[in-house]
T-cell receptor
Framework: GAGVSQTPSNKVTEKGKYVELRCDPISGHTALYWYRQSLGQGPEFLIYFQGTGAADDSGLPNDRFFAVRPEGSVSTLKIQRTERGDSAVYLC????????????FGEGSRLTVL | DQQVKQNSPSLSVQEGRISILNCDYT??????FLWYKKYPAEGPTFLIS?????DKNEDGRFTVFLNKSAKHLSLHIVPSQPGDSAVYFC??????????FGTGTRLKVLA
């Protein structure tokens, strides 16, 4: 597609459930990022992929969060045993190479944990 | 480590006047800065960038200024239009690939 695509756009779940959020980056972009944005805050870095490997996962809040990018294109962010504090908009971005240069964001997946 | 601060959470400007949005960062080791615009229920959209080899970059009504000694960026929008009403984020690099974002400034352009 022309831009970064994220699904679902909205997800409501109950505390303790498992959630998967999907990101389809711009074709040919080798770098993929996950950010999280809470109300009134800027995007907060979670994880960065260069190709298939997670080059930097230092932003993942704890071991309930995990992300994969098995074929170097689509990525899935996985959240286990969701908590109310996980409620946020999860943003995916891609860039051509991962060096200095703009990130192209998707529209985000809004997660609400009840 | 990089910290980014946008100290004005909101700004109101009359249509046709200049909007000035400010951003401060702490780590000047890396040198490519980004501005994004965000409308409600949409993802951030890239607006303009600047490299530290320049102190100014202009794209139509948008100009970004970089003051390296003060570790300060500003985004100028002139003339401001009602469609510019959005939240604006600046982003500074932390390392060679990771960007840290400020908390944003909500701009309202009054018709």
């Amino acid at each position: 597609g022309a831009g970064v695509s994220q699904t679902p756009s909205n997800k409501v779940t109950e505390k303790g459930k498992y959630v998967e959020l999907r990101c389809d980056p711009i074709s040919g972009h080798t770098a993929l990022y996950w950010y999280r944005q809470s109300l009134g805050q800027g995007p907060e870095f979670l994880i960065y992929f260069q190709g298939t490997g997670a080059a930097d996962d230092s932003g993942l809040p704890n071991d309930r969060f995990f992300a994969v990018r098995p074929e170097g294109s689509v990525s899935t962010l996985k959240i286990q045993r969701t908590e109310r504090g996980d409620s946020a908009v999860y943003l995916c971005a891609s860039s051509r190479t991962g060096g200095a240069g703009e990130l192209f964001f998707g529209e985000g997946s809004r997660l609400t944990v009840l | 480590d990089q910290q980014v601060k946008q100290n004005s959470p909101s700004l109101s400007v009359q249509e046709g006047r200049i909007s000035i949005l400010n951003c401060d960062y702490t780590n000047s080791m890396f040198d490519y800065f980004l501005w994004y615009k965000k409308y409600p229920a949409e993802g951030p959209t890239f607006l303009i960038s600047i490299s530290s080899i320049k102190d100014k970059n202009e794209d139509g009504r948008f100009t970004v200024f970089l003051n390296k000694s003060a570790k300060h960026l500003s985004l100028h929008i002139v003339p401001s239009q009602p469609g510019d009403s959005a939240v604006y984020f600046c982003a500074a690099p932390s390392g060679t690939y990771k960007y840290i974002f400020g908390t944003g400034t909500r701009l309202k352009v009054l018709a």
